[in-house]
Structures are given as C-alpha cells and as structure tokens.
C-alpha cells in the first residue's frame, strides 16, 4: 500500500502523472488584458468578419470545401473562441475592477489629507485675523502721532504764553 493510500494521512492524493504548472497571475493577468484589449478593437471585428465571409463565400461557392453548409467546423471555431475569450475577458475586468478599487481608495486617502489640510489652514487664518486686531495699522500709528504732535504744539504754545 502506497503512502497517499493511508486513510489516516490527512490531505489528497496527488496524481504524479499530472504536471504541475505554477505561472504568475500577473503574467497570466497581464496577457487576458490584452487579448481582451485586442479583441475590443474595431481592427479585429473588420477582420473576424473577413475571415467569416471568405469562410462562408469558400464553402458555398466552390466545390470540395471542407466545411459545407451547416458550416459546423465554424461553428465549432466561434464557440471554441467565445469559450476561451468570455473568461479571459472576466478576468481582465476583474483586474482593472480591482485596480479601480485601490485608486479609489488612494483617492479618498488624499481627498481626506486635503480637507484636513484645508481645515487646518482655515484656523491658522482665522487666528491671524484675530491677532491682527490687536495689531496696530499704519493708519492706526499714524493718527497717534498726529493727535500727540498736536498735543505737543498746544502744550508748546501754553509753555510759552505763560
């Protein structure tokens, strides 16, 4: 008896006949992106279209073809390619879904840093206005200056009428 053939071994039995693929889902991610940017082009649907009308033109109109009229080996060729490029395509929403969620999140991160920056800024603001009320203006300085310069000359002139 084999030890994988244990029933008090715990985990499955692996079939060594079966090569392991290990691949990078970044690799993996990255090319579903681009078939499904491929197949999104209006380049690829003007020749998938050729292709399907010489196919029809070349099993219709000439004799020996290999696919005649209920055309199923293209029929086979459109669903095998439908069945590969719907999950490739799922994937590739769900990447950029998910790349959509972080920049979202970073967004939200910086629109909280900027209010709470804005915030900030509209205190200090709001405290130099009020510390500039007990400043004196130039103006301010300068009717001071008059009053006593007048205050001078009127006590000037009482020192000297007496």
Do not use: C
Request: aromatic share 10%.
């Amino acid at each position: 008896m084999a030890e994988s053939d244990r029933l008090d071994t715990p985990g499955r039995r692996r079939n060594e006949w079966l090569p392991r693929m290990r691949m990078d889902k970044d690799t993996f991610g990255s090319f579903a992106e681009s078939f499904a940017r491929l197949m999104g082009t209006a380049g690829f649907l003007f020749w998938m279209t050729l292709l399907i009308i010489a196919w029809l033109i070349w099993n219709v109109f000439f004799q020996g073809a290999p696919d005649p009229f209920p055309f199923m080996f293209l029929t086979l060729a459109l669903s095998l390619q439908a069945s590969y490029a719907a999950p490739l395509i799922l994937l590739a929403q769900n990447r950029q879904e998910a790349r959509d969620r972080v920049s979202l999140e970073h967004d939200r991160e910086v629109a909280a840093q900027s209010r709470a920056d804005m915030d900030f800024l509209a205190r200090e603001i709001a405290s130099l206005r009020m510390r500039m009320n007990d400043v004196a203006t130039r103006d301010f300085i300068r009717s001071e200056l008059r009053d006593l310069l007048a205050e001078l000359q009127v006590e000037e002139q009482d020192g000297e009428s007496a």
